[in-house]
């Protein structure tokens, strides 16, 4: 089957921890995601990468990395820098070409921090 | 500043009724709009807009987009429970392919 998957479903972080979010998908997409949602909030973009070993800023990337070593998969962190990180985290990925936008998601993360 | 705004945020109905959803968006660059349905966790895709006027239908939903005025709605005729959901509109642009920018969403309620 081919899809996006994320891990771990839920994760719980201590003030001051980095904690890495897996995303991979087997779609062969060529680009990959990281969206942030807050309740009653939609989906703002934090990073995104068109090819492997590329990436960009999104519109809050402050307290997050990412790396895109491999081409189905596209990593995660937030840092001790992220003041706010409890929220449910999407990554998608899609396909680049002429006529379709469409995204796919994977069925997300939800940070906690305690 | 690009942005996307829906309205209402949130909707109440009963089943059998019939809902309108709006998007409206102030944008440079854009290519098309999309709408997606976040029932649970993953937002799964519904419509992709690229050209003003044309409607897409899928069942009891369908589409439009007004280039024109920098809008679309969504409908969603004869409603049931698993319309229940969040609705969210996105545009994406000419540049920084793949890019997209999503409004807050519409969380619907369908009561039975």
């Known amino acids: 089957d081919g899809g996006i998957t994320q891990s771990p479903k839920y994760l719980f972080r201590k003030e001051g921890q980095n904690v890495t979010l897996s995303c991979e998908q087997n779609?062969?997409?060529?680009?990959m995601y990281w969206y942030r949602q807050d309740p009653g909030q939609g989906l703002r973009l934090i990073y995104y990468s068109q090819i492997v070993n590329d990436f960009q800023k999104g519109d809050i990337a402050e307290g997050y990395s990412v790396s895109r070593e491999k081409k189905e998969s596209f990593p995660l962190t937030v840092t001790s820098a992220q003041k706010n990180p409890t929220a449910f985290y999407l990554c998608?990925?899609?396909?680049?070409?002429?006529?379709?936008?469409?995204?796919?998601f994977g069925p997300g993360t939800r940070l906690t921090v305690l | 500043e690009d942005k996307v705004v829906q309205s209402p945020l949130s909707l109440v109905v009963h089943e059998g009724d019939t809902v309108t959803l709006n998007c409206s968006y102030e944008v440079t660059n854009f290519r098309s709009l999309l709408w997606y349905k976040q029932e649970k966790k993953a937002p799964t895709f519904l419509f992709m807009l690229?050209?003003?006027?044309i409607e897409k239908k899928s069942g009891r939903l369908s589409s439009i987009l007004d280039k024109k005025e920098l809008s679309s709605i969504l409908n969603i005729t004869a409603t049931q429970t698993g319309d229940s959901a969040i609705y969210l509109c996105?545009?994406?642009?000419?540049?920084?392919?793949?890019?997209?920018?999503f409004g807050d969403g519409t969380t619907l309620t369908v009561k039975p």
């Open positions: 998608a990925s899609s396909i680049l070409r002429q006529g379709t936008d469409t995204q796919y």
């Open positions: 690229t050209s003003s006027g």
């Open positions: 779609l062969n997409h060529d680009a």
């Open positions: 996105a545009v994406a642009f000419n540049t920084n392919a793949g890019k997209s920018t």
